[in-house]
């Protein structure tokens, strides 16, 4: 973004604006291609295929297939939260009920199902693990984060902050209850249930 | 278990008896199996050679790769539901705290590993899918039923349903938290908060 500052601006812009769209072309293809085939299914080939680039550009951009999965889930990460984020321009005034909602839906859709991918075969794989180790732990705190901000909670009353992670694992675990089913119905009757519990226990919302 | 009518009754008993330490222990080879190497790394001839049974003996009591695998985490599933309600002869008790952490335990040994394995192969496998499903169903309903017996909650109670749900669900996403790391002292912290909220929410100890 931006910081172009010799006098072939004009010819370059371009050319970046080409190759940012094909790394996000290929990122995008990656979670497409991880949620659908899970890890074993998914090559830098396969993904190169389905985002309509070449092979080579493809390594050009992630020159191994653990940078490629592990950047498209980043990438896909960052932009539901900020997505989440402009649902609630101004956090949850009042209705908490809302954001619990928009929380759980983080992890039922195409996003969580290609991360759990990952996870698991980060489990078995060397390679792939401490990257993977990394990147969990730093799409979790920024999710923690922006909990706490839509929930307006303050964290400095004790208690506060288990509450909301034990949201959070709850919401993981609603993700992984979808896997194999459509879970919808029994996932908004435990959402509604759950909101009111949570309700009582965070108290008032911060100012 | 029972049932042999035979005048040979002497002589059959003690094959019964090794059939059933060979199949018990090809099932707890796959579990194992399937939790240090995931479903690609599980084949019959692998579980068979750690079980130290015949590939023909193994093939003998499960026919397939899916047979060996569902039974396996059904098994283990069982032997866990019976080892939990041992724990707690009484029910709760007025220690629904310990419930609530045995309950969350059931979620973060090789039997959950073992299973999330098998759920995420299903998703990308038409094969092992519609059993796996079902296998997922029926012990998501028992470990519900133990631990509304365990809580002591009377489930005609509205919302008391769905928050024991709730709980099983942030059970299972704990159990996912501590994949790739031990998640052990976070998670003992979210299970104490969440102990306390839902003595709250869950009323006094049926009778």
Same mark, same amino acid.
């Given at each position: 973004? $931006? $910081?172009?500052?010799?006098?072939?601006?004009?010819? @370059?812009?371009?050319?970046?604006?080409?190759?940012?769209?094909?790394?996000? @072309?290929?990122?995008?293809?990656?979670?497409?291609?991880?949620?659908?085939?899970?890890?074993?299914?998914?090559?830098?080939?396969?993904?190169? #295929?389905?985002?309509?680039?070449? !092979? $080579?550009?493809?390594?050009?951009?992630?020159?191994?297939?653990?940078?490629?999965?592990?950047?498209?889930?980043?990438?896909?990460?960052? /932009?539901?939260?900020?997505?989440?984020?402009?649902?609630?321009?101004?956090?949850?005034?009042?209705?908490?009920?809302?954001? +619990?909602?928009?929380?759980?839906?983080?992890?039922? $859709?195409?996003?969580?199902?290609?991360?759990?991918?990952?996870?698991?075969?980060?489990?078995? =794989? *060397?390679?792939?693990?401490? !990257?993977?180790?990394?990147? #969990?732990?730093? %799409?979790?705190? =920024?999710?923690?984060?922006?909990?706490?901000?839509?929930?307006?909670? *303050? /964290?400095? +009353?004790?208690?506060?902050?288990?509450? %909301?992670?034990? &949201?959070?694992?709850?919401? @993981?675990?609603?993700?992984?209850?979808?896997?194999?089913?459509?879970?919808?119905?029994? @996932?908004? !009757?435990?959402?509604?249930?759950?909101?009111? &519990?949570? #309700?009582?226990?965070?108290? !008032?919302?911060?100012?």
């Amino acid at each position: 973004m $931006g $910081g172009v500052s010799t006098v072939d601006r004009a010819e @370059r812009v371009p050319k970046q604006d080409r190759s940012r769209a094909t790394r996000q @072309r290929l990122l995008e293809a990656a979670v497409a291609c991880l949620a659908e085939h899970g890890w074993a299914g998914s090559t830098v080939s396969v993904v190169a #295929e389905r985002a309509g680039v070449s !092979r $080579g550009a493809a390594q050009h951009h992630f020159p191994t297939r653990e940078d490629l999965f592990t950047a498209a889930v980043e990438y896909v990460a960052e /932009e539901r939260s900020t997505a989440l984020r402009a649902l609630f321009p101004e956090g949850a005034a009042g209705d908490r009920h809302a954001v +619990v909602a928009a929380l759980v839906d983080l992890y039922t $859709g195409p996003l969580f199902r290609a991360a759990l991918h990952l996870w698991v075969a980060a489990s078995n =794989e *060397d390679q792939l693990r401490p !990257r993977v180790t990394e990147l #969990e732990s730093r %799409v979790g705190r =920024e999710t923690h984060r922006i909990a706490v901000d839509l929930l307006a909670v *303050d /964290e400095s +009353v004790p208690g506060v902050r288990e509450t %909301v992670q034990g &949201l959070l694992d709850m919401a @993981r675990g609603l993700g992984l209850a979808n896997l194999l089913t459509d879970d919808a119905a029994r @996932r908004e !009757r435990v959402v509604e249930q759950w909101a009111g &519990l949570l #309700e009582q226990a965070l108290g !008032r919302v911060r100012d």
